[in-house]
């Protein structure tokens, strides 16, 4: 037998000796002023919950596909294979954050720059974007100026990283020069501003390039910023002013699918594209062949069917997701429990600005059907640590109907079931708890009152 072992461990070694060894990144640090048990760590495709020590220590393996920029909670970061980087982060102070490993001095670099961006343009871009136009470009230029001192004083251990950051200096510029008109009508309460003929044209020409991509987070907010910018103005050339959602959706696919680069396009389909996959929406179909026609990326495509899988099942007439959920009365309420009674469900948080909007016209829909057969139900999918802003907000606001407060946010199977990707999100169920809309007019718009008379109410 021993004859016989012996080239068997030979190949072995052999094979060993030959293959090339994964090259893994290792990310470690200790986080404070952090109130969670996980730090999320996203990139351009990549996204991953770190857990944490209890000391807020963490250490994590990773196999990366690429190199690039990446995020770890707050901070922008640079990881590359086979490389180490070790962070001591401090949650609400980013700009006292402090680097160690063979990554160190890319990261540094990177945290200079968040430092001369508030020591330039200001902690609060607000005062910045109120600037008058030749003051704006002036700090502008300057901040452009001082990136590229700062970068070449700085030396890298990492090849390329160089050449990266100087056209990420410039995406950073046309950056905010493209945000300069619709920020400055906002802060400056000046509306319908226009810049003038004279304002910076945007050097960016190139939307696909997937390297950059990669590297810049700025390059890919840019790229998501003149991507709608594109079909805005292609749509109003064609269409004019009056919104058409199909003719709209039809000029987001025809530039979607010009896109070569795989990562780009990937992105823009989670971004402009994934919400059309929703209940009640007679362009999911649609969407969804096109996703999984254009789409690369294993993970996301799982993720489009999932949602269109349970969109399906949120047909007129179908039985709804359920749950049991805390009442702010005390004790617990089962959607069950609601049987024999239309039910209208409003899903908000205290944080959301459009929900704290909805709420007095909410209050009024409730006042006009005050003794009718309907229960209007409140979930709230404020986070946990959120639990005694919500008891408050409840009561001090005096809110009527059921208020609930769902028992994990945005993960709570019942928000996940319907698909439910931005707040606030109305649904409609009949007395036999069958789904009438499930996603129904908000209580501002006047098709709720048709659509509870049509319901029998």
Partial sequence: MKRFIIPVLGCAVLASCTDKAPEYTVLSGKVSNYDFEKIILVGDGFEKEIMLNADKSFIDTLMLAHDGG???????????KGKDLN???????PQENKFSGSLAPENNYL??????????LGKDKTDFYKLEEADFIAKVN????KQKELLNKTNFNVKGFKALEEKTIAYEADFLLNRYENYHSYFAQK????VSENFPKLNTTDLDNAEDFRFSRTYRSLVNELFQKNNDNAYNEQFGQEYDKEKYLGIILTNFKKIKSDNVRNAIAKRFLEHYISPESPLTEKVYQ????????????????????????LAKGNPSPTFNFENHKGGKTALADLK????YIDVWATWCGPCLQEIPHLKEVEKKYHGKNIEFVSISVDDKRDYD??????????????????????ETPFVKDYVITGIPHFILLDTQGNIISADAPRPSDPKLIELLTESGI
């Fill in 142 to 145: 300057e901040y452009s100026t």
């Fill in 290 to 313: 096109e996703l999984m026609a254009n789409v690369t990326d294993k993970t996301l495509k799982g993720k489009f069917t999932e949602s269109y899988n349970k969109v399906k099942a």
């Fill in 70 to 80: 990446y995020t770890l909670a707050r901070t922008d970061i640079y990881l590359q």
């Fill in 191 to 194: 509306e319908g501003f226009k």
């Fill in 389 to 410: 802003k919500w008891k408050n907000f409840v009561t001090e606001r005096e809110l009527v109907g059921t208020q609930l407060f769902a028992d994990n946010a945005w």
């Fill in 340 to 343: 024999g009674k239309l039910v």
């Fill in 111 to 120: 945290l200079s720059k968040v430092k001369l961006s508030q020591e330039v």
């Fill in 87 to 93: 962070v001591d982060m401090d949650f609400k102070n």
